[in-house]
């Protein structure tokens, strides 16, 4: 499953008129930008705590704000490097106190594996975004081309992720399961649960990491027949 630039255009053309209204009201792109941030290190204070429902919901909440900026800069002419390099870097540093958060909550809960999980998540997902950021820094897919690359881009994690914590906090972090922990204990079955999003965060992710590497190098290769066959011309061409 993947999401096209298309199907991204629709979702922001729907938050048009929430973005406006923001704008409205007086708020910048940038604003914006910060807003979401202060929601998202809620939401990780918040898994720190243990409150996994509450804190899935801040989160989520935090991500949904978060295409608001754009959407905003966008629609009123406000789009600017600076405001794109504010989002990608509030957006990469609330995704890391999210997982922090994560590790914090999860090694309070004093399942001692639990904590990798987390761990693996975050750098699997810091690897996709690092990708496109290599691969547009050097020029491959020019403009948004590479968001649309591989199976877990960030609003996919994201759901999977706020999905996983709200279930396992429904579910109960004190319900024991079949499986067993440290000492012979029962893990409860909502760590279970958040432990099982995570694991499929870090697996998605690493393939569409695999995904944009395979993608970056066809287009290199690309690159590099059409500058041989220019030069092979150039070369044969009388004059």
Same mark, same amino acid.
């Given at each position: 499953? &993947?999401? #096209? ?12 008129? +929430?973005? @406006? ?6 708020? =910048?792109?940038?604003?914006? !930008? ?6 998202? !290190? ?28 754009? &959407? ?68 491959? #897919?020019?403009? &948004? ?12 994690? @994201?759901?999977?992720?706020? /999905? ?8 109960? !972090? ?15 079955? /909502?760590?279970?649960?958040?432990? /099982?999003? @995570?694991? +499929? ?8 990491? +695999? ?13 590099? =027949?059409?500058? &041989?066959?220019? !030069? =092979? ?7």
């Amino acid at each position: 499953m &993947t999401i #096209s630039n298309d199907t991204r255009s629709s979702v922001k053309k729907v938050g048009e008129p +929430i973005a @406006l209204f923001f704008g409205r009201l007086g708020l =910048t792109p940038n604003g914006l !930008t910060l807003i979401g941030f202060g929601i998202t !290190t809620l939401g990780a204070v918040l898994l720190g705590l243990q409150l996994w429902v509450v804190g899935g919901l801040v989160v989520f909440a935090g991500g949904v704000f978060d295409m608001f900026d754009g &959407t905003l800069a966008r629609a009123t002419g406000q789009v600017s490097k600076l405001g794109a390099f504010m989002d990608s870097v509030f957006d990469r540093w609330g995704e890391a106190l999210v997982y922090v958060g994560l590790v914090a909550g999860l090694a309070a809960s004093g399942w001692a594996n639990a904590p990798i999980f987390a761990a693996a998540a975050m750098a699997s997902a810091f690897l996709v975004s690092y990708a496109r950021a290599k691969s547009e820094g050097l020029g491959f #897919s020019a403009g &948004t081309g590479m968001a649309a690359v591989g199976v877990m881009p960030r609003e996919i994690r @994201l759901v999977i992720l706020c /999905g996983g914590l709200v279930l396992g906090g429904l579910v109960g !972090t004190g319900i024991s399961s079949a499986g067993e922990g440290a000492g012979g204990a029962a893990i409860p079955t /909502g760590i279970l649960v958040i432990e /099982g999003a @995570l694991a +499929i965060i870090a697996i998605g992710a690493t393939i569409t990491v +695999i995904q944009r590497v395979l993608h970056t190098r066809a287009q290199a290769r690309t690159a590099a =027949t059409g500058s &041989t066959a220019a !030069t =092979t011309e150039g070369e044969t061409r009388p004059s």
